[in-house]
């Protein structure tokens, strides 16, 4: 079966330190991969998601990069976090182009103080 | 631009109170719908999801939900709610690759 793995669970960080979150899925192969980050009353935003290795589409401008260095690892980034980066990020997968669901890692709640 | 709207942003029930949680999509076209629910510290999970035929789908403890084309609505709903229904309630839409999410609602029920 297929799990998702994403770590850290928590993260506290100061500002202008660098950031990397990771994300792995297995069980599967060519996922669809996803960050989104969760704000209270806002739902879920997503921030990038890849179809493929080394292809990476960004929805919102922001302070973060993402990077998919192998067909199941998704990584998030940042080289400098500012406080407005606290949140709650959430990885997930996804195979295909319809028909199927969004599967979701634990999240990872990042504080920047 | 894809975009899905929820109507309430906190909703509060007794137990055994029935529930209908309003949702609206923008897309015409083609989509796969889905309801997936935030229990308090826990992951989110899917209660349901709908990509064709029958509109009333049926998900997980009891929920179920309407697919109204003409009216680009989903609402989830649950003949009678419980205490251990108290989470946080997303709909979601998907075009292609992408999972558009509404912004979430807030359900507390009272034991």
């Known amino acids: 079966s297929q799990t998702i793995h994403q770590w850290p669970a928590t993260l506290v960080q100061p500002v202008g330190s660098p950031l990397s979150l990771e994300c792995t899925v297995e069980?599967?192969?060519?996922?669809?991969l996803y960050w989104y980050r969760q704000a209270a009353g806002r739902g879920l935003q997503l921030l990038f998601y890849?179809?493929?290795?080394?292809?990476i589409s960004s929805e919102v401008p922001q302070n973060l990069s993402a990077s998919r260095p192998q067909d199941r690892q998704f990584i998030l980034s940042s080289k400098k976090l500012l406080l407005s980066d606290s949140g709650f990020y959430l990885c997930?997968?996804?195979?295909?182009?319809?028909?199927?669901?969004?599967?979701f890692g634990q999240g990872t709640r990042l504080t920047v103080v | 631009a894809q975009s899905v709207s929820q109507h309430n942003h906190h909703v509060i029930l007794s137990e055994a109170a029935s529930l209908e949680l309003g949702c609206n999509y923008s897309?015409?076209?083609?989509?796969?719908l889905f309801w997936y629910v935030q229990y308090p510290g826990q992951h989110l999970q899917l209660l349901l999801k709908?990509?064709?035929?029958?509109?009333l789908v049926k998900g997980i403890k009891g929920f179920e939900a309407e697919f109204i084309k003409s009216k680009f609505s989903f609402n989830l709903r649950k003949p009678s709610v419980q205490w251990s229904d108290t989470a946080e309630y997303f709909c979601?839409?998907?075009?292609?690759?992408?999972?558009?999410f509404g912004p979430g609602t807030r359900l507390s029920v009272l034991p």
């Open positions: 069980g599967t192969s060519n996922p669809n």
């Open positions: 897309y015409g076209g083609t989509v796969n």
């Open positions: 997930a997968w996804s195979v295909g182009t319809t028909n199927t669901e969004a599967f």
């Open positions: 709908y990509f064709s035929g029958d509109p």
């Open positions: 979601a839409s998907r075009r292609g690759q992408n999972f558009v």
């Open positions: 890849s179809v493929g290795i080394g292809q």
